[in-house]
């Protein structure tokens, strides 16, 4: 099979690798175009134009893989099917014309649940003890195509983003090489793949950096899966709320949830513990145990030394940036 390979993120690094080391042809990688963090004026990195620099393969970066321009590229490069994963782009109709068997998609949920830009973020989020990924034989319609290959592995109760993402990536490797299989053996006379249930359909939108404000109007758990799905971004922040000083800035480095705890005692959004290497949250039906945190402008601390250096009282109230009084 000649493949044009269209990805920007790390997800997609493991499928890449693995193509370009079959028997397929891997004649080029497709991919976003370099972006900046505009106040450190430094590039995002960019894992699969690192790998597709290493074998030498040409890199294309429209802004745009919907022009009339980028569909004449890909006429030229002859490709039979187009890899999609971790791309950042919707091909349209015209632009899957473009390849004999179309395109297949690798994405990080068992569709159709959490269709969208991030399903890993928002199976944790949910409090979901599985997951899985799914490869599509795709349609303009966001991850709306029949599922050709679906593999699930269970959720740890403690893992996050940035533990599971790598993981299903891995198991989107082999998904990815049996799909193309399929593709090639299938009977062109019949459907190919099993359609969606559009009753089944639920949205993974891409997160924002509001999203890492705790609201501690939430339960415990979801506070945990919140913290635990927003890593490495956005993150999650509270505000300490001191006597006679500014409210402080916190950002949750590393935390645990104990449940149905001594937290019972103080209300939700308070300090309910803060001695020697004990720092722990109130929230409803449990508490965070804080094991790292970061005050604004500093670096991520253990907790120990937190209450050492600042002695943060039981009882001191917590807000999010909403609830902060004006005059702050």
């Given amino acids: 099979m000649r493949i044009v390979m269209m990805g920007t993120g790390p997800f997609a690094v493991p499928t890449f690798q693995a193509l370009i080391e079959s028997d397929h042809e ?27 620099t290493e074998h030498g393969l040409p890199i294309y970066d429209p802004e745009s893989i919907n022009t009339d321009e980028s569909r004449e590229l890909l006429r030229q490069l002859q490709p039979e099917l187009l890899v999609v994963c971790d791309y950042g ?78 993981r299903l990536a891995q198991l989107g490797v082999a998904a990815v090489v049996e799909s193309i299989e399929l593709l090639l053996t299938h009977d062109p006379d019949t459907l190919v793949g ?25 339960p415990a758990e979801l506070i945990y899966n919140k913290f635990r799905a927003y890593q490495p971004w956005p993150g999650c922040y509270t ?19 104990v449940r149905e705890s001594a ?3 103080f209300p939700p959004g308070t300090i309910c513990a803060a001695e ?15 094991e790292m945190i970061q005050p604004a402008g500093k670096k991520p601390m253990a907790a120990a030394e937190f209450v050492r250096g600042n002695h ?16 702050s």
């Fill in 26 to 52: 891997v004649v080029c990688l497709f991919t976003q175009p370099v972006r900046t963090v505009h106040r450190r004026k430094s590039s995002v990195p960019t894992p699969m134009r690192d790998v597709a």
């Fill in 239 to 257: 505000h300490w709320v001191r006597e006679g000083k500014p409210p402080m800035r916190l950002l949750l480095s590393k935390v645990s949830l």
């Fill in 89 to 166: 782009q919707i091909l349209s109709r015209e632009s899957l014309a473009t390849s004999k068997f179309g395109g297949i998609n690798l994405h990080g949920s068992i569709l159709p649940k959490y269709r969208g830009a991030a399903p890993v973020n928002w199976a944790i989020l949910s409090g979901d003890e599985e997951t899985g990924i799914t490869v599509i034989h795709m349609t303009p319609k966001l991850d709306g195509g029949p599922c050709l290959k679906i593999v699930r592995t269970p959720i740890g109760p403690t893992e996050t983003a940035v533990d599971l993402e790598p």
């Fill in 276 to 290: 020697g290497d004990q720092l722990s949250f109130a929230a409803e039906g449990g508490q965070i145990v804080v």
């Fill in 194 to 218: 099993e359609p969606q249930d559009p009753a089944l359909v639920s949205k993974a939108p891409r997160l924002k950096k509001s999203d890492a404000d705790i609201n501690w109007s939430d």
């Fill in 263 to 265: 937290a019972a005692e």
């Fill in 312 to 327: 943060p009282s039981p009882g001191d109230r917590l807000m999010s940036e909403g609830d902060l009084p004006q005059s």
